[in-house]
Each structure stands twice: as structure tokens, then as C-alpha cells.
């Protein structure tokens, strides 16, 4: 069985080629900022399905099924990318018809956070428990929530958008609308605009500037990371902030849903020294010790290959369920 698997990201876009045991054949990249408008963009992802068929020596007539995953929102139902922050005139875009038009294959659909828990489940450590929760924790904080073994949709599509969860009401501006939402304290992209707002604003004196190698607008996670381990106070000070939410964040969703495992994504991932031992720590503030010492909170090994694995498990479980 050979599957094609379609991620769009916040950066990037990847097409890659695979089978239902997560083995890849090959996979063709781009940036996500090089797709432009619709009209512009779905054939270039088109033309690299064709370049990483040629170079595979295959042909759609081997294909059994796509599985395609996006940014939120999405509608599930009826196959649209809504309105996506990073592609800001996609707005209401029939995707997964464009591909079934063009292809001529089952086309499985969802969003990247919603394919990420599928691809853990299938394809991971703690593949196939009851109740697992995958956290993106990268640029934003996506979630996919898999529980009594199946995918969580929900009645409008945002099921597991855990991001958008308020943990302060009188916090930060979100950019869905809110006010201090996860995602504003834990999503890479929001800390990192947050921390070079307050540099800037208030001419602070730390190492995380000079991480970035002076420029202000460098400035990222692995920079405050950096400052962090160099002792420096002010990213002591921030980091301990967002190991706090974190924990906030982990904490209701272990009360509300008492998952057998937690996956954290990006960062956790390459920060795992960083990030969980605090958190585990952080955590007994937030949740009760039965729901903690039951769940396995783990940082994602899958995360080099995750956009490539979540779209074919998006086909796999498609295929399953036909």
C-alpha cells in the first residue's frame, strides 16, 4: 500500500510518500509562504506530488489514498480550510476537493494538531491507548484529543483547539480575539513577540539579546532557551512563567479527560531538559495526583518526521474507517 501524504504548515509544506507501518519513501519541500493565493499555491503542491512520484518511479495508478492535513480552523465536513493565520488569503478554500478533482484518490482530511494525534497513535511509543493528547507546542499550541480509541471532532470542527482555552482572562491579546489564551503563553510564536515587545518597550538588559546577536527582532525561543541556561534572570523569569501555564494548560486536561498519555510537541521536544522535569514539578499545583501518576507525559519522538507521518495516518485511519 503507498500513501500520499500532504502537511501544510506554518512554514512549510510537505508532500511525502509512504506505507500503513509509517516507512517513507521519499518527500519533496517547500515554504509555506511560496504558495501565495489558492490558485497559486494548490498546483505547486500538485507539481511536487508529480516530481516525488517520478523520483519514486511511480505513478497515481499506485496510489491508494492521500491523506491531507492543514492549518485550523477547518471545516471537516465539508473539506475547507477556513481562514488560516499564516495563509492569510486562503479564506474558505474547498482543499480537499481540489485534490479529489485533480487526483482521482480518497482524499482524507483534517487539521495538522487532529493528524499529529493520529500519527502518535498509529505510529508512536504509546501507539494505540485509550486516551492520548497530542499538544503542537511549536509555532502555536494546536491539540488533537484521541479518546475511547477514537478522534475528537466535535459539532463545529474545533474539538481539541486547547490553545484557545483562556487561562487568564485579563492576559495578553490573543490573535483569534481572546484574552489569555494558552496558546498566548505557550506558542512559540506569541512568546517570542511578547518577549522582543518588552526588550524593546522597557530596554532590558539580558542575554537573550544576545542570543540574537543583538537584533531585537531575531529573537525566538531557542534564544530565551540559550538565556536560560546561562542563568540569566529576566529569562529565568520568563521561563518559569511559561512552565507555570504549561503546567496550568496540562493540569485541566488531565482533570477533565484523565488521558493514559500527553505528547508534547516541538519544544518539549528540543527542550526536553528544559521543559519537563519544571513541568512535572508545576504540575501537582494544577491536577490531582491520581490523574498525574496515571497519565505518561512525554515530550513527542516523532517530531523529526511528524509531517510527514500525520498526513499518512490521516489516510490510514481513512481507509479504516471505509
Not at 518511479?57 to 475547507?80: C, N, R, T
Not at 507546542?137 to 475528537?152: H, P, V
Not at 538565556?227 to 493540569?251: M, R, T
Amino acid at each position: 500500500m503507498v500513501l500520499v501524504g500532504i502537511d501544510i504548515g506554518g512554514t512549510k509544506v510537505s508532500v511525502s510518500l509512504g506505507d500503513c507501518r509509517g516507512n517513507i519513501y521519499g518527500h519533496e519541500r517547500t515554504s509555506t509562504q511560496s504558495l501565495r493565493a489558492p490558485d497559486e499555491g494548490l498546483p505547486i503542491i500538485l507539481r511536487l506530488i508529480g516530481v516525488l512520484l517520478e523520483k519514486q518511479h511511480l505513478k497515481m495508478d499506485d496510489i491508494q489514498a492521500v491523506g491531507l492535513a492543514v492549518p485550523g480552523p477547518i471545516s471537516f465536513k465539508q473539506g475547507m480550510m477556513l481562514h488560516p493565520p499564516n495563509l492569510p488569503t486562503w479564506v474558505n478554500v474547498p482543499i480537499k476537493k481540489f485534490f479529489k478533482d485533480h487526483l482521482k484518490k480518497p482524499i482524507f482530511f483534517n487539521n495538522d494538531a487532529n493528524a499529529g494525534a493520529l500519527a502518535h497513535w498509529e505510529f508512536g511509543t504509546n501507539k494505540q491507548l485509550n486516551t492520548l493528547i497530542y499538544l503542537t507546542m511549536s509555532t502555536g499550541m494546536g491539540g488533537g484529543i484521541i479518546a475511547n480509541g477514537r478522534l475528537l471532532q466535535g459539532g463545529t470542527d474545533t474539538a481539541g483547539e486547547v490553545g484557545h482555552f483562556v487561562l487568564d482572562a485579563q492576559g495578553p491579546k490573543c490573535p483569534c480575539g481572546q484574552r489569555g489564551c494558552f496558546e498566548v503563553f505557550c506558542g512559540g510564536a506569541n512568546l517570542a513577540d511578547r518577549i522582543r515587545a518588552e526588550i524593546k518597550q522597557k530596554k532590558i538588559t539580558t542575554k537573550i539579546l544576545e542570543e540574537a546577536g543583538g537584533k531585537i527582532e531575531s529573537i525566538d525561543i531557542q534564544c530565551l532557551a540559550a538565556a536560560v541556561k546561562k542563568k540569566d534572570e529576566y529569562a529565568i523569569k520568563i521561563w518559569d512563567s511559561f512552565i507555570e501555564h504549561l503546567a496550568q494548560g496540562v493540569g485541566i486536561l488531565l482533570m477533565v479527560f484523565n488521558p493514559d498519555v500527553i505528547i508534547l510537541g516541538t519544544i518539549a521536544s528540543h527542550l526536553k531538559e528544559l521543559v519537563m522535569t519544571p513541568l512535572r514539578k508545576a504540575l501537582k499545583n494544577y491536577a490531582w495526583s491520581m490523574p498525574i501518576e496515571h497519565c505518561c507525559i512525554e515530550e513527542s519522538r516523532l517530531i523529526s518526521q511528524i509531517s510527514q507521518l500525520s498526513p499518512l495516518a490521516l489516510a490510514i485511519a481513512g481507509l479504516k474507517s471505509i
